[in-house]
């Protein structure tokens, strides 16, 4: 079945889109962080999985709150085939110049940071194909302040988490997510992006949230053979010796983080800076 809220018409600069199944103890922070959003002439998309939970009634609460601030809200719920179809339904809605994947339970890091986003955008003199900017790692009580990348790091890893890069709409509408990849589908389109000389562009601000914990987090193993294998489809080449290593790494890695204490490890050595929540908030530059 497909079930749809809508309200609100009309192109706008960006589209925000949220996909969720089942996340009824994590989508009311998701929206929230977008509804408080100082910038309002913008989008926003749920694409829910046909939760059998609270997830569609937390989410349908938001409606009226979204129209009074004037922000365009659609709801779609309708069975799909993971997350990387899901998101792939939510490229179609969207009616936005730009689109940004801000998953369920991650979420915009400040009032301010959607107005920051237009203001980058305006002093550009062409628009870039693909702009990303910084982000936290959420874990544990603690944000971890993570500097993104320049944009040639991306033949080893990504330069930022998904949440913290927007794509023109109608290159997503033409490309889309290849859903032979089921965690790493995102790191395959940055990188195929790159290889066809398309402009990306860096903004010194902090996106997004993203909430450490998901399966791309924690299933390491699988995360490495798909990075493998996009590597290679673009022209990598193979080191059999160095594959074998990292991928009993990964091994071990996956173990350590089903103890915890890795994650805080691992997220301290990369952090720029730490966070524990309560504290000063670490201002949007």
């Known amino acids: 079945m497909f079930w749809k809220v809508r309200q609100g018409y009309g192109m706008k600069l960006l589209t925000i889109i949220t996909v969720c199944y089942n996340s009824e103890e994590n989508i009311e922070k998701t929206m929230l962080s ?27 609460r938001f409606s009226d709150r979204f129209a009074f601030k004037g922000i365009q809200f659609s709801i779609y719920s309708d069975t799909d085939n993971g997350i990387y179809n899901a998101m792939n339904k939510g490229i179609s809605y969207s009616d936005g110049k730009y689109i940004l994947f801000l998953n ?8 301010d940071t959607l107005m920051k986003t237009n203001l980058f955008l305006e002093k550009q003199t062409e628009e870039p194909d693909v702009f990303y900017g ?21 033949t080893t890893k990504m330069p930022a988490c998904h949440q913290s890069i ?28 790159y290889k066809e000389h398309k402009t990306f562009l860096k903004m010194e601000t902090i996106i997004s ?5 998901g399966i791309s987090s924690t299933n390491t193993v699988q995360v490495f053979k798909e990075y493998e294998r ?5 022209g990598a080449k193979k080191n059999k010796s160095y ?27 990369n952090a720029k ?13």
């Open 209 to 213: 949230v993203y909430c450490i914990g």
């Open 34 to 60: 977008v509804l408080e959003q100082e910038y309002t002439d913008f989008e926003y998309v749920v694409v829910d999985g046909k939760s059998t939970d609270n997830t569609l009634e937390i989410a349908a």
């Open 104 to 111: 369920s339970g991650d979420y915009l890091f400040d009032r």
């Open 134 to 154: 910084n982000y936290c790692n959420y874990y544990n009580g603690r944000l971890y302040f993570m500097d993104a990348g320049n944009i040639e790091c991306v």
């Open 243 to 269: 594959n074998v290593i990292k991928y009993f790494y990964n091994i071990i890695k996956q173990e350590l983080v089903k103890c915890g204490r890795y994650n805080e490890y691992e997220l301290s050595k």
């Open 273 to 285: 800076k730490v966070l524990v929540i309560g504290e000063n908030h670490i201002k949007n530059e």
């Open 230 to 234: 996009i590597k290679y489809a673009y």
């Open 166 to 193: 927007f794509v023109k709409a109608s290159i997503l509408k033409e490309y889309g997510f290849n859903e032979n990849y089921r965690l790493a589908a995102d790191y395959d389109l940055i990188m195929k992006l």
